[in-house]
């Protein structure tokens, strides 16, 4: 709700203010995620969630998501690559890393990493664990709406179609999640998605971006399940 003022909104046009705005902000919702989860950290392993095993793999993958978008876009519309100059490449990187990311990685932990966590223990079978990816999804949708409508000043008309998108792509995250098992690839590829870098220009980015990280992330399934053949 803090997009319901207009001295918040214009702050977060400037990328320079925007940028410790932000800080402050994920710096607040983890001392009060920090302070819930406290009489559950025992049952959260985080030791294995924040390993350099997850993101190492994590950061890889992304980047091979990001390769294949520019490579596949460029093939289909023959378009050449436009390299951004090193001020918008500084800008972008800054966003990405100081709140692009954060705040995907706090919504993926939320939303995919701790009922995940909370279904493996309690035993869900395959049909629950999709009855509590869409009710995850749903909550994630709806989460979104006052940045829907004071942020991006959305039309009511027009919110249900993006609310739609919205569930959509939580259930793809909690899709990749569950096949991956890496919370940073899954938070990687949604900061992505929110703020992308593309070197193409393409009418149809959310089309290439959603079939390529689909194929990478069975990519990656793939080649776990082979593996552990051969163990």
Do not use: C
Not at 38 to 43: D, G, I, L, M, N
Not at 96 to 101: P, Q, V, Y
Not at 177 to 206: D, K
Not at 216 to 225: C, H, Q, R
């Amino acid at each position: 709700m803090i997009f319901i003022t207009d001295w918040v909104q214009k702050v977060f046009v400037n990328w320079q203010q925007a940028i410790p705005l932000g800080l402050v902000i994920i710096l607040i919702e983890y001392l009060i995620f920090r302070k819930l989860l406290q009489p559950f950290s025992k049952e959260i392993p985080y030791h294995m969630l924040f390993s350099f095993k997850k993101i190492a793999p994590a950061i890889v993958m992304g980047f091979l998501v990001w390769i294949l978008l520019q490579l596949w876009t460029r093939r289909t519309f023959n378009t050449g690559i436009e390299f951004p100059d090193q001020s918008k490449l500084i800008r972008y990187s800054l966003v990405f890393l100081f709140n692009s990311f954060p705040n995907a990685l706090i919504e993926e932990f939320i939303f995919r990493f701790l009922p995940v966590h909370y279904a493996e223990k309690k035993g869900f079978s395959r049909q629950q664990m999709i009855g509590l990816g869409i009710a995850v999804s749903f909550i994630f949708a709806l989460s979104h709406v006052s940045v829907y409508l004071f942020r991006d000043h959305t039309d009511w008309p027009n919110l249900p179609a993006i609310l739609l998108s919205a569930f959509f792509y939580g259930m793809v995250y909690f899709f990749i999640y569950i096949i991956t098992g890496n919370i940073f690839f899954t938070a990687l590829i949604h900061a992505f998605g929110n703020n992308h870098l593309v070197l193409i220009n393409t009418p149809n980015f959310e089309a290439f971006y959603f079939y390529t990280f689909i194929f990478v992330t069975l990519l990656w399934y793939a080649g776990k399940t082979f593996s552990k053949g051969f163990r």
